[in-house]
């Protein structure tokens, strides 16, 4: 049964400094692996996919990689901003499903 | 552009009654999946469907929820006979194809609260 482990569950930075939020899954037969954005109650916002074959994407200040070999995806966001305030989720796609399965995210705060 | 739409946004329902809640995907979109989200806990899959077809419900609880996406309209996610249990943010979601490989838009969400 595949599991998503987010670390840290919350993190506070100040405005400026690059971070890292870190996924971890237990099956590495995984065809996707999503990063969505979700502020307080509203919807998500995927902001990058990557496929199975891709070792990362890019989007803006926004940085992905997957090692799929090792379970493991990080989420890179240079010079953090008050608006990228928000809980970041993982999200992983099994080989022939179409379900996500969900990490309980990193809640991100970063304070002016 | 329309994106997923969700109503209502926020649900209040005594224990025994009915809950239904509707998404209308994006345009185009003829995939929705229903996530729910309870506190504390991540999205968990619920069920997948096509139009007028269930695909995969094998994340939906056996007894009192049902799910569908008829030909014209909405998807309905209804919940019978709601418990204090049910209470959780549902999220509707839609793709244009099959969601391997394709990105998934949200809805914002319904708020389920059960009294």
């Known amino acids: 049964k595949q599991e998503v482990t987010q670390i840290p569950a919350a993190l506070s930075v100040p405005e400026g400094e690059n971070l890292v939020l870190n996924c971890s899954f237990t099956d590495s037969a995984i065809y996707n692996l999503q990063w969505f954005r979700q502020d307080p109650g509203k919807g998500l916002t995927s902001l990058l996919l990557?496929?199975?074959?891709?070792r990362e994407q890019t989007s803006g200040r926004l940085n992905a990689s997957l090692d799929k070999s090792s379970g493991r995806s990080t989420l890179y966001i240079a010079a953090s901003q008050p608006g990228d305030s928000a809980t970041y989720l993982c999200a992983v796609a099994q080989g022939g499903s179409e379900k996500l399965v969900f990490g309980k995210g990193t809640k991100l705060t970063v304070n002016p | 552009n329309a994106g997923v739409m969700q109503n209502p946004r926020h649900l209040v329902r005594r224990r025994g009654q009915e809950a239904r809640l509707r998404c209308s995907p994006m345009?185009?979109?003829?995939?929705v999946y229903w996530y729910r989200q309870l506190p504390e806990e991540g999205l968990k899959f619920m069920v997948y469907l096509q139009k007028e077809n269930i695909i995969d419900e094998s994340g939906m609880p056996k007894e009192r929820f049902s799910a569908e996406f008829p030909k014209e309209g909405p998807s309905i996610l209804r919940i019978q006979q709601v418990v204090r249990g049910d209470s959780a943010a549902y999220f509707c979601?839609?793709?244009?194809?099959?969601?391997?490989?394709?990105?998934?838009?949200f809805g914002s969400g319904t708020q389920l609260s059960v009294l």
């Open positions: 345009k185009g979109h003829s995939h």
């Open positions: 990557i496929q199975s074959s891709q």
């Open positions: 979601a839609s793709s244009r194809d099959r969601a391997l490989g394709e990105k998934l838009f």
